[in-house]
């Protein structure tokens, strides 16, 4: 029994290494163009509010035991999912600085 548990878990990983694959390979064809980039990241917020709302909040555990044991888990696997978004000023100043280094002050004689 151990060993499906085991290659249940392997099938999993390859899943999940598959899915990161096939995403990076997709950001890579789209590098430069920031509307399809974009794009992927919003899909990606979707799925992780989708999964979160619905699939993950039904599969909680129903007793103290499991849910202390699920609580261990996020804690010792590096914490809650979490999907950072870039703040409009952190934006605002990335575009600054990108916009100094394309045109450097020209210097008088």
């Known amino acids: 029994m151990d060993e499906a548990v085991g290659l249940d878990s392997t099938k999993f990983k390859a899943d999940l290494e598959a899915i ?3 995403v990076q390979m997709v950001a890579q064809q789209h590098q430069g163009q920031s509307t399809e980039l ?3 990241l919003r899909l990606l917020e979707q799925l992780h509010q989708e ?3 619905s699939l993950f909040q039904e599969s909680l555990p129903d007793n103290r035991q499991a849910l202390y044991a699920l609580l261990r888990d996020i804690e010792t696997s590096g914490g809650w999912p979490y999907i950072h978004r870039m703040k409009l ?7 600054s600085e990108q ?10 004689d």
């Open 38 to 40: 974009l794009a992927i």
């Open 20 to 22: 990161a694959t096939l």
């Open 89 to 95: 000023q952190a934006f605002l100043s990335y575009l």
């Open 99 to 108: 916009s100094a280094v394309e045109s450097p002050a020209v210097e008088s």
């Open 51 to 53: 999964i979160r709302d």
